[in-house]
T-cell receptor
Framework: AQKVTQAQTEISVVEKEDVTLDCVYE???????LFWYKQPPSGELVFLIR??????QNEISGRYSWNFQKSTSSFNFTITASQVVDSAVYFC??????????FGAGTQVVVTP | SAVISQKPSRDICQRGTSLTIQCQVD?????MFWYRQQPGQSLTLIAT?????????ESGFVIDKFPISRPNLTFSTLTVSNMSPEDSSIYLC????????????FGQGTRLTVV
Protein backbone atom coordinates (compact mmCIF):
# COMPACT_ATOMS: atom_id res chain seq x y z
CA ALA A 1 0.00 0.00 0.00
CA GLN A 2 1.11 3.52 -0.65
CA LYS A 3 1.31 6.20 1.96
CA VAL A 4 2.19 9.88 1.97
CA THR A 5 2.92 11.71 5.18
CA GLN A 6 2.96 15.46 5.60
CA ALA A 7 3.73 15.91 9.25
CA GLN A 8 3.36 19.68 9.25
CA THR A 9 -0.26 20.71 9.68
CA GLU A 10 0.30 24.44 9.42
CA ILE A 11 3.26 26.73 8.85
CA SER A 12 3.05 30.47 9.49
CA VAL A 13 5.70 32.82 8.17
CA VAL A 14 6.21 36.48 7.57
CA GLU A 15 6.50 37.63 4.00
CA LYS A 16 9.95 37.12 2.43
CA GLU A 17 10.82 34.24 4.71
CA ASP A 18 11.53 30.84 3.17
CA VAL A 19 9.12 27.97 3.72
CA THR A 20 10.04 24.31 3.51
CA LEU A 21 7.32 21.68 3.35
CA ASP A 22 8.14 18.12 4.28
CA CYS A 23 6.82 15.02 2.55
CA VAL A 24 7.68 11.39 3.29
CA TYR A 25 6.29 8.59 1.21
CA GLU A 26 6.03 4.80 1.18
CA UNK A 27 5.64 2.65 -1.88
CA UNK A 28 6.63 -0.76 -3.15
CA UNK A 29 6.70 0.40 -6.75
CA UNK A 30 10.14 0.72 -8.30
CA UNK A 31 8.90 3.39 -10.67
CA UNK A 32 6.69 6.12 -9.29
CA UNK A 33 6.01 9.81 -9.56
CA LEU A 34 5.75 12.48 -6.92
CA PHE A 35 3.85 15.73 -7.16
CA TRP A 36 3.25 18.91 -5.28
CA TYR A 37 -0.09 20.67 -5.69
CA LYS A 38 -1.31 23.95 -4.26
CA GLN A 39 -4.92 24.55 -3.26
CA PRO A 40 -5.76 28.21 -2.64
CA PRO A 41 -8.94 29.18 -0.78
CA SER A 42 -10.87 29.12 -4.04
CA GLY A 43 -10.52 25.34 -4.02
CA GLU A 44 -8.95 24.45 -7.35
CA LEU A 45 -5.82 22.33 -7.46
CA VAL A 46 -2.79 24.00 -8.99
CA PHE A 47 0.02 21.77 -10.22
CA LEU A 48 3.46 22.88 -9.03
CA ILE A 49 6.08 20.22 -9.68
CA ARG A 50 6.60 16.58 -10.54
CA UNK A 51 9.53 14.28 -9.98
CA UNK A 52 10.17 10.77 -11.31
CA UNK A 53 11.60 8.12 -9.04
CA UNK A 54 14.51 7.53 -11.40
CA UNK A 55 15.58 11.17 -11.46
CA UNK A 56 16.97 12.45 -8.19
CA GLN A 57 18.26 15.69 -9.58
CA ASN A 58 17.02 18.57 -7.53
CA GLU A 59 15.99 21.71 -9.29
CA ILE A 60 14.91 25.24 -8.84
CA SER A 61 12.06 26.82 -10.72
CA GLY A 62 11.62 30.46 -9.92
CA ARG A 63 10.87 30.72 -6.21
CA TYR A 64 10.20 26.98 -5.96
CA SER A 65 12.77 24.29 -5.33
CA TRP A 66 12.58 20.69 -4.27
CA ASN A 67 14.76 18.13 -2.62
CA PHE A 68 14.07 14.55 -3.61
CA GLN A 69 15.99 11.93 -1.64
CA LYS A 70 15.15 8.37 -2.51
CA SER A 71 17.30 6.99 0.30
CA THR A 72 15.06 8.62 2.90
CA SER A 73 11.84 8.52 0.81
CA SER A 74 11.46 12.25 1.15
CA PHE A 75 10.31 14.88 -1.32
CA ASN A 76 10.54 18.27 0.32
CA PHE A 77 9.41 21.50 -1.28
CA THR A 78 10.70 25.00 -0.59
CA ILE A 79 9.21 28.38 -1.39
CA THR A 80 11.87 31.08 -1.33
CA ALA A 81 11.02 34.63 -0.33
CA SER A 82 7.39 33.83 0.41
CA GLN A 83 4.59 36.15 -0.63
CA VAL A 84 1.06 36.59 0.69
CA VAL A 85 -0.27 34.94 -2.49
CA ASP A 86 1.54 31.76 -1.46
CA SER A 87 -0.97 31.29 1.34
CA ALA A 88 -2.73 28.02 0.54
CA VAL A 89 -2.85 24.34 1.39
CA TYR A 90 -0.03 22.38 -0.21
CA PHE A 91 -0.43 18.69 -1.00
CA CYS A 92 2.25 16.14 -1.73
CA UNK A 93 0.99 13.24 -3.84
CA UNK A 94 2.33 9.90 -5.03
CA UNK A 95 1.25 8.42 -8.35
CA UNK A 96 1.23 4.67 -8.71
CA UNK A 97 1.63 2.71 -11.92
CA UNK A 98 -2.14 2.79 -12.53
CA UNK A 99 -2.37 6.55 -12.41
CA UNK A 100 -3.99 6.72 -8.98
CA UNK A 101 -2.85 9.51 -6.70
CA UNK A 102 -2.32 9.08 -2.98
CA PHE A 103 -2.37 12.46 -1.30
CA GLY A 104 -0.80 13.55 1.94
CA ALA A 105 -2.90 15.31 4.56
CA GLY A 106 -1.79 18.71 3.34
CA THR A 107 0.08 21.59 4.95
CA GLN A 108 -1.61 24.95 5.43
CA VAL A 109 0.83 27.77 4.68
CA VAL A 110 -0.03 31.18 6.06
CA VAL A 111 2.06 34.11 4.88
CA THR A 112 1.48 37.38 6.66
CA PRO A 113 2.66 40.79 5.46
CA SER B 1 -2.27 18.56 -21.66
CA ALA B 2 -5.95 18.28 -20.89
CA VAL B 3 -8.66 20.77 -20.07
CA ILE B 4 -11.44 19.48 -17.85
CA SER B 5 -14.85 21.08 -17.49
CA GLN B 6 -16.75 20.01 -14.43
CA LYS B 7 -20.37 20.88 -13.72
CA PRO B 8 -21.95 22.08 -11.52
CA SER B 9 -19.30 24.12 -9.74
CA ARG B 10 -21.37 24.13 -6.58
CA ASP B 11 -24.77 23.06 -5.34
CA ILE B 12 -26.85 22.98 -2.22
CA CYS B 13 -29.04 19.88 -2.00
CA GLN B 14 -31.65 18.48 0.32
CA ARG B 15 -30.85 15.31 2.20
CA GLY B 16 -32.24 12.20 0.58
CA THR B 17 -31.85 13.53 -2.95
CA SER B 18 -29.20 12.73 -5.56
CA LEU B 19 -26.82 14.91 -7.54
CA THR B 20 -25.05 14.03 -10.77
CA ILE B 21 -21.72 15.71 -11.48
CA GLN B 22 -20.44 15.87 -15.03
CA CYS B 23 -16.84 15.82 -16.21
CA GLN B 24 -15.95 16.68 -19.80
CA VAL B 25 -12.39 16.43 -21.14
CA ASP B 26 -11.17 18.17 -24.28
CA UNK B 27 -9.36 15.07 -25.52
CA UNK B 28 -9.74 11.32 -25.35
CA UNK B 29 -8.25 9.86 -22.22
CA UNK B 30 -8.07 6.34 -20.90
CA UNK B 31 -7.82 7.05 -17.21
CA MET B 32 -10.41 9.14 -15.41
CA PHE B 33 -10.71 9.33 -11.66
CA TRP B 34 -13.12 10.77 -9.10
CA TYR B 35 -11.86 12.17 -5.81
CA ARG B 36 -13.62 13.46 -2.73
CA GLN B 37 -12.32 16.14 -0.40
CA GLN B 38 -14.25 16.45 2.83
CA PRO B 39 -14.07 19.80 4.65
CA GLY B 40 -10.58 20.48 5.95
CA GLN B 41 -9.34 17.11 4.71
CA SER B 42 -7.16 15.76 1.97
CA LEU B 43 -8.30 14.22 -1.29
CA THR B 44 -9.42 10.61 -1.31
CA LEU B 45 -9.91 8.53 -4.42
CA ILE B 46 -13.48 7.32 -4.85
CA ALA B 47 -13.13 5.27 -8.02
CA THR B 48 -11.54 4.83 -11.40
CA UNK B 49 -14.01 5.42 -14.23
CA UNK B 50 -13.42 2.80 -16.89
CA UNK B 51 -14.73 3.22 -20.40
CA UNK B 52 -16.92 0.33 -21.46
CA UNK B 53 -16.98 -1.37 -18.09
CA UNK B 54 -17.99 -0.77 -14.50
CA UNK B 55 -16.02 1.64 -12.39
CA UNK B 56 -13.46 0.31 -9.96
CA UNK B 57 -14.19 1.52 -6.43
CA GLU B 58 -11.75 2.10 -3.61
CA SER B 59 -12.27 0.65 -0.18
CA GLY B 60 -15.09 2.42 1.63
CA PHE B 61 -16.93 3.49 -1.51
CA VAL B 62 -19.73 1.51 -3.15
CA ILE B 63 -21.51 1.70 -6.46
CA ASP B 64 -24.97 2.10 -4.92
CA LYS B 65 -23.89 5.30 -3.22
CA PHE B 66 -21.60 6.66 -5.96
CA PRO B 67 -22.70 5.30 -9.34
CA ILE B 68 -20.36 6.31 -12.14
CA SER B 69 -20.87 6.33 -15.86
CA ARG B 70 -18.19 6.49 -18.56
CA PRO B 71 -19.96 6.35 -21.91
CA ASN B 72 -16.92 7.43 -23.95
CA LEU B 73 -13.30 8.52 -23.66
CA THR B 74 -14.08 12.20 -23.03
CA PHE B 75 -16.94 12.14 -20.54
CA SER B 76 -17.88 10.76 -17.15
CA THR B 77 -20.48 11.36 -14.48
CA LEU B 78 -20.49 10.75 -10.75
CA THR B 79 -23.79 10.58 -8.89
CA VAL B 80 -23.97 11.11 -5.16
CA SER B 81 -27.08 9.19 -4.13
CA ASN B 82 -29.42 9.53 -1.17
CA MET B 83 -27.35 12.36 0.19
CA SER B 84 -26.78 13.14 3.83
CA PRO B 85 -24.91 16.08 5.39
CA GLU B 86 -21.84 13.83 5.63
CA ASP B 87 -21.64 13.92 1.83
CA SER B 88 -20.91 17.64 1.91
CA SER B 89 -17.54 17.80 0.18
CA ILE B 90 -15.68 18.96 -2.87
CA TYR B 91 -15.80 16.34 -5.61
CA LEU B 92 -13.07 16.45 -8.23
CA CYS B 93 -12.68 14.77 -11.56
CA UNK B 94 -9.14 13.96 -12.70
CA UNK B 95 -7.47 12.55 -15.76
CA UNK B 96 -4.08 10.95 -16.13
CA UNK B 97 -2.37 11.02 -19.50
CA UNK B 98 0.13 8.35 -18.59
CA UNK B 99 3.56 8.30 -16.95
CA UNK B 100 4.98 10.61 -19.57
CA UNK B 101 2.58 13.41 -18.75
CA UNK B 102 3.86 16.26 -16.65
CA UNK B 103 0.95 16.26 -14.25
CA UNK B 104 -2.41 14.80 -13.36
CA UNK B 105 -5.12 17.18 -14.48
CA PHE B 106 -8.08 18.18 -12.33
CA GLY B 107 -11.42 19.78 -12.92
CA GLN B 108 -12.38 22.86 -10.97
CA GLY B 109 -14.30 20.75 -8.50
CA THR B 110 -17.92 20.61 -7.39
CA ARG B 111 -18.57 22.06 -3.97
CA LEU B 112 -21.56 20.17 -2.57
CA THR B 113 -23.46 21.17 0.53
CA VAL B 114 -26.20 18.87 1.81
CA VAL B 115 -28.76 20.41 4.16
Amino acid sequence: AQKVTQAQTEISVVEKEDVTLDCVYETRDTTYYLFWYKQPPSGELVFLIRRNSFDEQNEISGRYSWNFQKSTSSFNFTITASQVVDSAVYFCALRNSWGKLQFGAGTQVVVTP
Amino acid sequence: SAVISQKPSRDICQRGTSLTIQCQVDSQVTMMFWYRQQPGQSLTLIATANQGSEATYESGFVIDKFPISRPNLTFSTLTVSNMSPEDSSIYLCSVDLGPGASEAFFGQGTRLTVV
